[in-house]
C-alpha cells in the first residue's frame, strides 16, 4: 500500500507533503537497539521518501550509514539487509529493486 500511496504522491494524486509527513511520522527513532524487523520497515519508508524527493541524496546516504547493522556475527537475514544497503550505496539497485528486496526478506 506504501508503494502505491508514494506513486499517487508523485503523481499529485494525493498531496506529497501531508503524504511525506505521514510517512515520517512512522518511522521507529534510533533511541536505541532497533529489530530487524523495525530497520526493514524504517528502510522501505525512507526509500519512499527518497522517492519522493523529500530527502537529499546526502541524508538518504548517511542514513544508510546510521541503519547499517554493525554487529560481531550476522545472522543470514542481517547479512542480507546489509546487502541491500551496499547495493544501494554502490548504485547497483534503484530504489524500486530495493524495496522488492526488502519485503522478501521481510517475508522470511
Request: hydrophobic share 35%.
Amino acid at each position: 500500500m506504501i508503494i502505491r500511496l508514494t506513486d499517487k504522491a508523485k503523481e499529485r494524486r494525493i498531496d506529497p507533503e501531508r503524504f511525506a509527513d505521514y510517512l515520517t511520522s512512522q518511522q521507529i527513532p534510533f533511541r536505541g537497539y532497533l529489530s530487524l524487523s523495525d530497520r526493514i520497515n524504517n528502510l522501505l519508508l525512507e526509500l519512499c521518501l527518497y522517492d519522493l524527493g523529500k530527502v537529499s541524496r546526502n541524508n538518504f546516504f548517511s542514513y544508510l550509514q546510521r541503519i547499517r547493522i554493525s554487529s560481531y556475527q550476522f545472522s543470514s537475514e542481517e547479512n542480507t539487509f546489509n546487502y541491500i544497503i551496499d547495493l544501494l550505496e554502490n548504485y547497483i539497485f534503484s530504489p524500486t529493486e530495493a524495496i522488492d528486496s526488502l519485503f522478501l526478506l521481510k517475508k522470511n
